[in-house]
């Protein structure tokens, strides 16, 4: 980070002190062009790309993918099947990448560890795992908890194994422009942390406008969100091309403002490759190929790994997998 980045961000740093100068500066950022947002991000889906480019960009977003369970039903044995898919998503092809995370409620995190740790070791890698393991905290999906129930989730979810957390923000908070509670929240929430990346779900579907999407955006990095999630998958509003946009568009702002990167996951109604792909074509058209990482962008999917695993084994084999060939999640 440059010394004018440094100073920027220190500046920026500092609205979390004045409820006033984070209201002034949330409702100061530039207005969203709502027709403008749905039409680039139809005219970027649109875009089509040549069958080498493809077969890298369906083993990039297998690598970005978070393989993800939050069912009231789930059970040890289901995630544990699930953690060994993440590993390798497709056993018969030792060529094919595994996936960026497992994530799960916090009390399923302590099985999904079993099955993850000591993966790196065997892959010769320094992490433990290779793969990383996400739990979703406080109060998810709501977000409707006390504080302190919040903060004992994230903590249990992190002592059991979780590397990474996916918070959800207050949304009934942030509609009523109690922003200074929201920035508190997702401050508390960063340090209980610790050494794990914070992920801070806006619920999209629940934030009505492109302006407000802008401003929840704005609001989780300055609190110090590693990454910024579009939806909990719980609400029929989910992902969607524009809403990610707008967010791709906040976080390369942020960068250019401060020097610091953050990520960026859209997460519920992803189902196909095709859509997939559409959105790393998005992402490297709005913020570039740092971003075409699974360090910066994750898509948040159940269903998506098994078609990427389709497509996959067409364009290796020639032959159509069905959708029965690989495990169900």
Same mark, same amino acid.
């Given at each position: 980070?440059?010394?004018?980045a440094?100073?920027a961000w220190?500046?920026?740093?500092?609205?979390?002190?004045?409820?006033?100068?984070?209201?002034?500066?949330?409702?100061?950022?530039?207005g969203v062009?709502?027709v403008?947002a749905?039409?680039?991000?139809a005219?970027?889906?649109?875009?089509?790309i040549?069958?080498?480019a493809?077969?890298w960009a369906i083993?990039l977003?297998?690598?970005?993918?978070?393989?993800?369970?939050?069912e009231?039903?789930d059970?040890?044995?289901?995630?544990?099947?699930?953690?060994?898919k993440a590993?390798?998503p497709?056993?018969?092809? $030792?060529t094919?990448?595994?996936?960026?995370?497992?994530?799960v409620?916090?009390s399923?995190?302590?099985?999904?560890?079993?099955?993850?740790?000591?993966?790196?070791?065997?892959?010769?890698?320094d992490?433990?795992s290779?793969?990383h393991?996400?739990?979703?905290?406080?109060?998810?999906?709501?977000?409707?908890?006390?504080l /302190?129930?919040k903060?004992a989730?994230?903590?249990?979810?992190? /002592?059991?194994?979780a590397?990474?957390?996916?918070?959800?923000?207050?949304?009934?908070?942030?509609?009523?422009?109690?922003?200074?509670?929201v920035?508190? /929240?997702?401050?508390?929430?960063?340090e209980v942390?610790?050494d794990?990346h914070?992920?801070v779900?806006?619920?999209?579907?629940?934030l009505?406008?492109?302006d407000n999407v802008?401003?929840?955006?704005?609001?989780?990095?300055?609190?110090?969100?590693?990454?910024?999630?579009?939806?909990?998958?719980k609400?029929?509003?989910?992902?969607?091309?524009?809403?990610?946009l707008?967010?791709l568009?906040?976080?390369?702002?942020?960068r250019?403002?401060?020097?610091?990167?953050v990520g960026?996951k859209?997460?519920?109604g992803?189902k196909?490759?095709?859509?997939a792909?559409?959105y790393?074509?998005?992402?490297?058209?709005?913020?570039?190929t740092d971003?075409?990482? $699974?360090?910066?962008?994750?898509?948040?999917?159940?269903?998506?790994?098994?078609?990427?695993?389709m497509?996959r084994?067409?364009?290796?084999t020639?032959?159509?997998?069905? $959708?029965?060939y690989?495990t169900?999640?």
């Amino acid at each position: 980070m440059t010394a004018t980045a440094t100073s920027a961000w220190s500046d920026l740093a500092e609205l979390g002190r004045s409820e006033a100068a984070l209201r002034a500066f949330l409702h100061g950022l530039p207005g969203v062009d709502r027709v403008g947002a749905e039409q680039r991000a139809a005219q970027l889906g649109t875009r089509s790309i040549k069958t080498t480019a493809k077969a890298w960009a369906i083993d990039l977003a297998i690598r970005m993918v978070d393989l993800t369970t939050l069912e009231g039903a789930d059970t040890p044995g289901k995630v544990r099947a699930l953690a060994a898919k993440a590993l390798r998503p497709d056993p018969a092809d $030792p060529t094919c990448p595994h996936v960026g995370a497992v994530c799960v409620y916090p009390s399923m995190v302590p099985h999904v560890a079993e099955v993850l740790r000591g993966s790196g070791d065997r892959a010769g890698s320094d992490e433990t795992s290779v793969v990383h393991l996400a739990s979703v905290a406080t109060a998810f999906p709501s977000g409707q908890a006390p504080l /302190e129930v919040k903060l004992a989730d994230t903590r249990a979810a992190v /002592e059991a194994g979780a590397d990474e957390i996916d918070m959800v923000i207050n949304r009934g908070a942030f509609l009523t422009g109690r922003y200074q509670e929201v920035y508190d /929240e997702i401050v508390a929430t960063r340090e209980v942390c610790g050494d794990a990346h914070l992920k801070v779900i806006l619920e999209t579907g629940e934030l009505s406008t492109y302006d407000n999407v802008r401003r929840a955006s704005w609001l989780a990095m300055l609190a110090g969100a590693d990454f910024i999630k579009t939806s909990t998958g719980k609400v029929p509003a989910a992902a969607t091309p524009p809403v990610t946009l707008v967010m791709l568009e906040a976080v390369r702002d942020f960068r250019a403002a401060t020097g610091r990167q953050v990520g960026v996951k859209p997460a519920g109604g992803i189902k196909t490759t095709k859509d997939a792909i559409k959105y790393l074509v998005m992402v490297n058209e709005t913020v570039g190929t740092d971003w075409l990482d $699974p360090d910066w962008f994750r898509f948040g999917a159940s269903s998506l790994l098994n078609d990427l695993l389709m497509q996959r084994t067409k364009m290796t084999t020639g032959d159509y997998a069905g $959708p029965d060939y690989f495990t169900l999640d």
